[in-house]
């Protein structure tokens, strides 16, 4: 009777040991990073690709001011408010005494230089896809920009999403490798998948979640709830987007509409970015829209 | 009784009106709302010449490039005090998305309206030059829109 109470127990514990294991934060490998140089140049191109500043930037920044990353955005979510942190340089307040490797393992794995999980309001989901050659570059460029000191505030998260080890769990169920357009027909349309998959990220807001938070692939960029505000996110699959090449390079490059309305919500501050960005990244954006499946 | 039931019938037809007035306007500065937004319309209407040109949908006119820039630059300089009555926002109104805070920042929304009346003063001048000419001065145009719209207006739901 006993001998089976400690077989179960041992079992447990194992079980437990196994759960506490498979949801350890990631970390890559440093060898993976040997070789490649940082271009400051190229990473300005990833950050406004990337969007950085959308989040990271103060709440009242302008088009100017919106390289200062001092953080403090909210998002409201179903599982509490978060806050976007200070990435400026700075040594105590922002990320200066990070090492590119730290940047890495935070856009791929989602994992923070002292070994805790992100929550996936920080779209590690979707940076995965980065390439370290841009990450690299991007922490080179990031460490040009001027540091802040306004300390980061913290998330206010209640139980049991405040378990930073519980994202472990959701890692392991929803941070899927790979790509959703797994066969672009062109070179052009896989540029684009790169830049709206991964960099991007357009689905953290153009796609829906489930329960959980996580996307749900099968509607991917069928439009959705606004995840942090009220209002409904587009539908921009070949079902419902009907614009031609000219207006939406128009709407990427300036923030005109068709009609000659300008681009709104948090939208403007993409445009911002897009309008930034030379005429082939936007050619790809726009080859890869065409190329994924329509939903209604 | 009579009295009684004219009463409520009476009260009946007026908070049916007000629900009706709420739902289809019939507020009190509905036709400021209407004024301004007319305005936006003429600055789209003109905009939509010049955008037309720089994307390539419409081919490039120097004459009617200058008559639309035209417009706008003088849109873009009338004094409108008149169509922006206090109270006249989103919070209290649903027929705009005319934010609050417009009439909490009026210092940084006139110098928004100078940065419009700047790049549209610049179109102005551009607009005749040639298609290249008018494609580099659309860019600040549509930036100073979307800056105000981006700060002051409601987002679409």
Redesign the interface.
């Known amino acids: 009777m006993t001998a089976r109470w400690l077989k179960l127990g041992a079992a447990l514990a194992l079980a437990g040991a196994a759960v506490y294991w498979m949801t350890l934060p990631e970390k890559s490998d440093p060898a993976g990073l040997a070789g490649i140089k940082p271009d400051a140049e190229r990473g300005r191109q990833v950050f406004l690709q990337g969007g950085c500043a959308s989040c990271h930037s103060a709440p009242d920044a302008t088009r100017e001011t919106r390289f200062v990353l001092a953080g403090g955005r909210r998002f409201e979510s179903p599982f509490g408010s978060f806050v976007a942190p200070n990435i400026s340089p700075h040594p105590d307040a922002g990320i200066g005494q990070w090492q590119a490797l730290d940047l890495v393992n935070a856009m791929q794995h989602g994992t923070s230089p002292a070994g805790t999980h992100y929550y996936p309001v920080f779209p590690y989901t979707s940076y995965q896809n980065a390439t370290p050659d841009d990450i690299v570059s991007l922490f080179a460029y990031l460490q040009t920009l001027p540091a802040d000191p306004t300390p980061s505030q913290p998330h206010e998260v209640s139980f049991p999403f405040n378990i930073r080890q519980g994202l472990g769990l959701w890692k392991l169920a929803f941070q899927r490798p790979g790509w959703v357009l797994a066969n672009p027909p062109s070179p052009q349309a896989e540029r684009g998948r790169y830049l709206v998959e991964a960099l991007g990220h357009c689905a953290e807001c153009h796609t829906p979640r489930n329960f959980l938070g996580a996307l749900d692939r099968s509607r991917w960029l069928a439009g959705a709830p606004n995840p942090v505000g009220t209002g409904r996110i587009p539908n921009i699959t070949p079902a419902r987007m009907n614009w031609s090449e000219l207006d939406l390079m128009t709407y990427f490059k300036q923030g005109f509409t068709p009609d000659f309305d300008t681009v709104g919500g948090s939208m403007a501050e993409v445009v911002e970015n897009l309008s930034e960005l030379p005429d082939d990244d936007l050619r790809a954006i726009i080859a890869y829209l065409r190329a994924i499946p329509a939903i209604e | 009784m009579i009295r009684k039931l004219t009463a409520a019938a009476v009260g009946l037809a007026l908070a049916s009106s007000a629900v009706f007035a709420a739902s289809h306007g019939g507020g009190p500065f509905d036709a400021a709302i209407k004024a301004r937004q007319a305005h936006m319309q003429l ?3 003109n ?2 010449i010049l ?1 037309g040109m ?4 419409m081919d490039y006119n120097a004459d009617l490039a200058t008559v639309a820039a035209t417009n706008l630059a003088t849109l873009a300089t009338l004094n409108q005090m008149t169509y922006w009555p206090e109270g006249s926002d989103s919070f209290d109104n649903e027929n705009t998305a005319a934010l609050p805070k417009i009439w909490d920042n009026f210092p940084d929304v006139a110098k928004k309206g100078q940065a419009l009346a700047e790049a549209t003063a610049a179109m102005q001048a551009a607009a005749g030059n040639g298609l290249d000419a008018l494609r580099a001065a ?2 600040p ?3 100073a ?3 105000c ?2 700060a002051y ?1 409601k ?3």
């Open positions: 600055y789209a209407h905009l939509g955008g720089a994307k390539g949908a659309i860019g145009v549509g930036e829109c979307g800056a719209h981006k207006r987002p679409k739901e």
